[in-house]
């Protein structure tokens, strides 16, 4: 069966420090991948979507970046953080081939910035 | 584009009643629907999903939806609740228009709350 991890699952950074979150999938092949952010009272927001190694597609402009280096990996990323990426971070996967697929979503990663 | 929108951001409900959690929907092409469960600290799991066919689609924990294209509406429903319901449920939406990836639009989320 197939399994989506997430970690760390609780963060707490200063402002302008680096960031890694990390996203790893088990058990299928070529998933697309999909990181969200779920801040206070605003729902789910896609942030990024990956349809295989080193195919990065951006949906919101921001000081975030992601990357797939390999297929079932996909990490999130930022060099300097701001107070507004406070916020629960969710990694997903979906069989590809259609919208009509499910996404399975992983435990998710609280980031706090302080 | 397409957009969800969840009109309650918050249901009370006794436990035992039956609740109706509300999402519209927006889109200019066919859209598969979803709704999701998430518990407090937890990722999403799924409940159900609308495809095609009846527009009566049962899920687990005994909830239920009805697509209704004219009102472009995907209502969830239980008959009775219990205390184990309490979380946030999310509707979403895919469009047939596919794109790169099948990412899914999000509604800001519906929080409901059980009272013994």
């Known amino acids: 069966s197939q399994t989506i991890h997430q970690w760390p699952a609780t963060l707490v950074q200063p402002v302008g420090s680096p960031l890694s979150l990390e996203c790893t999938v088990e058990?299928?092949?070529?998933?697309?991948l999909y990181w969200y952010r779920q801040a206070a009272g605003r729902g789910l927001q896609l942030l990024f979507y990956?349809?295989?190694?080193?195919?990065i597609s951006s949906e919101v402009p921001q000081n975030l970046s992601a990357s797939r280096p390999q297929d079932r990996q996909f990490i999130l990323s930022s060099k300097k953080l701001l107070l507004s990426d406070s916020g629960f971070y969710l990694c997903?996967?979906?069989?590809?081939?259609?919208?009509?697929?499910?996404?399975?979503f992983g435990p998710g990663t609280r980031l706090t910035v302080l | 584009a397409q957009s969800v929108t969840q009109l309650d951001s918050q249901v009370p409900v006794f436990e035992e009643a039956p609740v109706e959690l509300r999402c519209n929907y927006s889109s200019s092409v066919s859209v598969y629907l979803f709704w999701y469960v998430q518990y407090p600290n937890q990722g999403l799991q799924l409940l159900l999903k609308?495809?095609?066919?009846?527009?009566l689609v049962k899920g687990i924990n005994g909830f239920e939806a009805e697509f209704n294209k004219s009102q472009t509406s995907f209502h969830l429903r239980k008959p009775s609740v219990h205390i184990s319901d309490t979380a946030e449920y999310f509707c979403?939406?895919?469009?047939?228009?596919?794109?790169?990836?099948?990412?899914?639009?999000f509604g800001k989320g519906t929080h409901l709350i059980i009272q013994p």
């Open positions: 997903a996967w979906s069989g590809g081939g259609g919208p009509y697929n499910e996404q399975f």
């Open positions: 979403a939406v895919s469009d047939h228009g596919g794109g790169g990836a099948d990412g899914l639009t």
């Open positions: 058990g299928t092949s070529n998933p697309n």
């Open positions: 990956s349809v295989g190694i080193g195919q």
């Open positions: 609308y495809l095609s066919g009846s527009t």
